[in-house]
């Protein structure tokens, strides 16, 4: 299960980077379904706060028409940043599944781990390393196309 919905964010991170984003995808699944996913959207929009996490979880609380998705599970591509794992804890998800580690700005293990290093008042369950190498694939792609196109 933990494969076949990565491989759905994946095909949101596909969609970023087709769109010249950050190839990050997420998906939010409740009893079996998924509910919302999203990309990043943060250069199209010109905003700083268009992760891929961010816009999955707004969708899933307006279809749950609830901000709690206590029940839910997110799949991400990429480890979130401190803005998108304040917001996982804040929206009380369940648990949290991470394709590949970002050791520049990740903070769910790498940099620094916002899940466990702090006592707030919901711990969200996290596992790492789902489809790592499609996930890192697609990142190191978008990168070295990108640098290759600003020669």
Known sequence: MEEKFMKEALKEAKKAYNKLEVPVGAVIVKDGQIIARAHN???????????????????????????RLLDCEMYVT????????????????????????????GACGSVLNVLEDYPFNHKVEYKTGILK??????LQEFFKELRKNKK
């Open 41 to 67: 959207l943060k250069e199209s929009k010109k905003d700083t706060t268009k992760h891929a996490e961010i816009l999955a979880i707004q969708k899933a609380s307006k279809k749950l028409d609830s901000w």
């Open 133 to 138: 190498e499609e996930c890192e694939n697609i």
């Open 78 to 105: 990429l480890e979130p940043c401190t803005m998108c794992a304040g917001a996982i804890i804040q929206a009380r998800v369940g648990k949290l599944y991470i394709g590949t580690m970002d050791y520049k700005t």
